[in-house]
């Protein structure tokens, strides 16, 4: 009998059920499409570990009859549709406000750039400077100035 596929997840080891351990291949090789190279490792790793997570928590999904059954008003196969739906909340539930917060993060982290370029460029900064010490692209710098590219007919 097979043992299942050991993993790391931060401080611990966990198994993966031997009978997911085929489809966690699969998605290791997606992922690792997904995020190849060594500046994409800490998405690599973060994915991976939520997959691993989900296929070791995730409770079997009920039958595809089940979830059409559930759909039409069967009201037992509602019960054990409705079971495995509140499991896997309890599950993603922490990555959407995981995600949520980080969204925010990134929201305030913007807004916070855009009046500092703004600030700088109005005090004497090249577009061009500015934006590489942000670690953005010129253009990004003039369109939070208001500013608009020539169109084509302009540039000739």
């Known amino acids: 009998m097979a043992s299942g596929r050991k993993i790391r997840l931060g401080a611990k080891v966990r198994t993966i059920p031997a009978a997911k351990a085929s489809r966690f291949d699969e998605i290791d090789n997606t992922l690792r499409e997904l995020y190849p190279g060594s500046e994409r490792d800490h998405e690599y790793q973060s994915a991976i570990a939520a997959a691993a997570t989900y296929l070791i928590d995730a409770p079997k999904p009920p039958t595809s009859w089940?979830?059409?059954?559930?759909s039409r008003g069967n009201s037992a196969s509602?019960?054990?549709?409705e079971a495995w739906t509140a499991e896997l909340d309890a599950i993603l539930t922490p990555h959407a406000q995981h995600l949520a917060d980080a969204r925010?993060?990134?929201?305030?982290?913007?807004?916070a750039a855009r009046a500092l370029a703004i600030l700088a460029t109005d005090d004497g900064l090249t577009e061009s400077a500015t934006a590489q010490l942000l670690g953005i692209d010129r253009l990004t710098v003039r369109k939070w100035r208001g500013k608009n590219d020539r169109s084509p007919a302009e540039k000739q």
Do not use: G, H, N, W
């Open 66 to 70: 089940a979830i059409r059954s559930a």
């Open 78 to 81: 509602a019960e054990s549709v």
């Open 104 to 111: 925010a993060a990134l929201d305030a982290a913007t807004a």
